[in-house]
């Protein structure tokens, strides 16, 4: 889905970014904000259109060991289901919503950016740009995917009593839909003042501009670091809440209901003040160009090892009968307790053991017998209980996976805190990489080539890392491979931090790069100005009084004779 929203988005930003400045800002945002709507309805379609979700009512006594051995398997439904999910369509109306989605959202970031820093003084844009986009945006966001997770798919219209499963289940499909037609409602009303605000206009050829800003170092070092930081933001942000659920053993609304609190409760106040401050500092003592550039790479630094720090802090690994744990030294999930029942190897219906152990399906745990209904079934006599575990009088098995230990909690604890401070941090020193002088066609740009290079890709490599540490995939109904259901936590965490923190290591050696071209540049423009070359102080005040009203500008430009032409970030 994001690759679809990426894919609208790069269709039109080039366009955008540069003609967008030359019309009615406002009212462009405006309109991208009703295509956004638009496709957030589409989106929500295909739950209108596709069959229930099949766990609703699942008749669960066949999956023990007792029913599985004489069963005689119907295909007729199953064939029909097979061919009617081979000829659907609706990833037609996910691909066009979401490309309608990306198309909408394009003139937000560079046109709105800019309109700020014209219509507000300098010093103030941070807060401006701090509180709409570092604050408000994602907290909805998380928050509303956290409530609705808990929600079931298919809410409203199957009676809730029957499902037999609940939002901690890996199973588990919440109620996607609800979050596209909710947001796409308060984009629509979101969208009404931008019709009211006024107007500005700025005339730039482009060809200059273009050459302008691909010519500059400065510039293009600030691009290449945004683009490597940004791999690993999409790839951590992506996969964090997967991540949470398979190395920290939370459930999967829990993970996203973390993440929003992570911003909310906890993150919020942490980049708020982080911003805040940092705009504060560059305002009250006047830190300059290459006070401001020392004071982001710092941030940058220490927040980078305290994400290195999070790839140390785990737990044990889930407890699953002949997955990660063996039976007489084979990993494998037949043994002689569950050898007689005809167990399909394939099925994934985890119960939980009193012990604590998981076992993959009732079947493969050996149960003979089940009572209760619905949530409330409970398996007994599995005789797999007492080969791996001391034999207990208590053979019985509940619905889901086990929960971790306690231990798994605490380490979970820490690493909130670990990440908390790192966002601190890493917002303390956020401020000063906005654009003021170049506005929409540099941001635009900017945008462009990270999104290209920087939103797209990284789902899909960090994906396929990720997929080598599974140890149980699920299989769809027509036989195809499906989602992973466990994966090797050890493995898993190595890999995925491993991967996030080395892209951080290099964004920061890019920023090692770009600190050195402004502490050149800021030296070049002083003498240009008349200023001694021994009087330029290490906090780089700025040439011409560039950064006298404190706010953070890297200057970027050819060369001297371009002073008066000279763009700053």
């Not at 406002?26 to 259109?49: D, E, K, N, Q, Y």
């Not at 290449?224 to 459930?251: D, W």
């Not at 889901?400 to 306690?406: F, N």
């Amino acid at each position: 889905m994001h690759c679809f929203f990426s894919t609208g988005n790069l269709l039109v930003i080039a366009f955008v970014s540069y003609f967008g400045s030359k019309f009615h800002r406002p009212r462009l945002i405006g309109a991208g904000c009703l295509v956004m709507a638009a496709g957030s309805f589409i989106t929500a379609l295909p739950h209108f259109f596709q069959d229930l979700h099949t766990n609703h009512k699942e008749n669960l006594l066949f999956l023990s060991c007792f029913f599985n051995r004489d069963a005689k398997c119907t295909v007729s439904s199953v064939l029909s289901a097979c061919e009617k999910a081979i000829g659907s369509s609706m990833w037609i109306y996910v691909f066009l919503g979401n490309m309608l989605r990306g198309i909408g959202e394009t003139p937000i970031m560079p046109l709105g950016l800019s309109y700020l820093d014209d219509f507000a003084s300098e010093e103030n844009t941070p807060f401006y740009i701090g509180q709409t986009v570092g604050i408000i945006g994602p907290i909805g966001g998380f928050l509303l995917g956290s409530y609705l997770s808990k929600i079931y798919v298919d809410v409203g219209f199957v009676d809730l009593d029957e499902v037999t499963i609940t939002y901690k289940d890996s199973r588990w499909v919440g109620a996607w839909w609800l979050g596209f037609i909710v947001t796409g409602l308060i984009i629509t009303l979101s969208s009404i003042p931008f019709w009211f605000l006024p107007k500005s206009i700025r005339k730039e050829d482009m060809g200059p501009s273009l050459k302008r800003l691909f010519s500059n170092k400065v510039y293009m070092l600030l691009v290449l670091t945004s683009l490597i930081a940004v791999n690993g933001f999409i790839g951590m942000i992506t996969f964090k809440p997967k991540y949470m659920e398979q190395v920290f053993g939370q459930a999967s609304s829990r993970a996203i209901f973390l993440i929003g609190t992570e911003i909310r409760i906890m993150n919020l106040p942490a980049v708020a003040l982080g911003i805040i401050g940092g705009g504060l500092l560059l305002k009250k003592m006047k830190l300059g160009v290459v006070g401001a550039a020392r004071l982001a790479m710092t941030s940058s630094i220490l927040s980078c090892c305290l994400l290195i720090l999070q790839a140390f802090i785990r737990c044990n690994q889930a407890e699953v009968a002949g997955l990660t744990v063996s039976y007489q030294g084979n990993q494998t999930l037949l043994s002689q307790c569950n050898s007689g029942c005809s167990c399909s190897l394939k099925q994934w219906d985890p119960v939980c053991a009193h012990n604590g152990m998981t076992y993959v399906s009732p079947c493969l745990a050996g149960c003979q017998s089940s009572s209760g209904a619905s949530k409330d079934l409970v398996y007994h006599n599995c005789s797999c209980i007492g080969e791996l575990m001391t034999p207990s009088p208590n053979m019985s098995v509940v619905l889901g996976q086990c929960p971790r230990k306690d231990d798994c909690n605490r380490m979970f604890k820490v690493y909130m805190a670990l990440s908390v401070t790192g966002s601190f941090i890493s917002a303390f020193g956020g401020t000063s990489s906005y654009i003021a002088d170049l506005k929409s066609f540099a941001l635009g740009m900017q945008t462009l080539i990270v999104r290209t290079l920087g939103g797209i890709p990284p789902p899909i490599y960090f994906g396929a890392l990720i997929d080598q540490t599974c140890l149980k995939w699920g299989t769809k109904q027509c036989g195809g491979v499906g989602a992973c259901r466990l994966y090797d936590s050890h493995a898993f965490r190595l890999r995925f931090m491993g991967l996030v923190s080395g892209l951080y290591v290099l964004a920061n050696v890019t920023w090692g790069a770009l600190y050195t071209q402004i502490v050149k540049k800021q030296k070049r423009l002083a003498q240009a100005d008349g200023v001694a070359a021994n009087g330029v102080a290490c906090d780089g005040a700025a040439a011409n009084g560039a950064a006298a009203n404190g706010h953070a500008m890297i200057t970027v430009g050819l060369d001297a004779d371009m002073i008066e032409k000279e763009s700053t970030i």
